[in-house]
Nanobody, 119 residues
């Protein structure tokens, strides 16, 4: 089982940018470089939403329509770290963001990092 810890959240103004990171523990039999990874989010009062996934080698990614062209996933397999670059943020992007093992929203996820988009 993997342990994941997100960081990088905070308060950002509309139109601003932030980069989230997710550090994966290399132990417990989990090989970060062999696994697809995903980002999820949960806005206040709403359910958990998948927003993006990335293949193990970083060559292919897929995004929910609402964030396409604004968010970019990347990874550094040497550092067991996943990233989410978020640009042109909108108030509707306010949420707790989670990284998760695998493709989609069914895998183990971290405790999350909060992003608040507000003036």
């Amino acid at each position: 089982q993997v342990q994941l810890v997100e960081s990088g959240g905070g308060l950002v103004q509309p139109g601003g940018s932030v980069r989230l990171s997710c550090l994966a523990s290399a132990g417990f039999g989990f090989d970060f470089s062999s696994n697809a990874m995903s980002w999820l989010r949960q806005a206040p009062g709403k359910g958990l939403e998948w927003i993006a996934s990335l293949t193990a080698d970083g060559s292919y990614s897929k995004y929910i329509k609402f964030v396409e062209g604004r968010f970019t996933m990347s990874r550094d397999n040497a550092k067991n770290t996943l990233y989410l670059q978020m640009n042109n943020l909108k108030a509707d992007d306010t949420a707790t963001y989670y990284c998760a093992e695998g493709w989609g929203k069914g895998g183990t996820r971290g405790p999350g990092t909060r992003v608040t988009v507000s003036e």
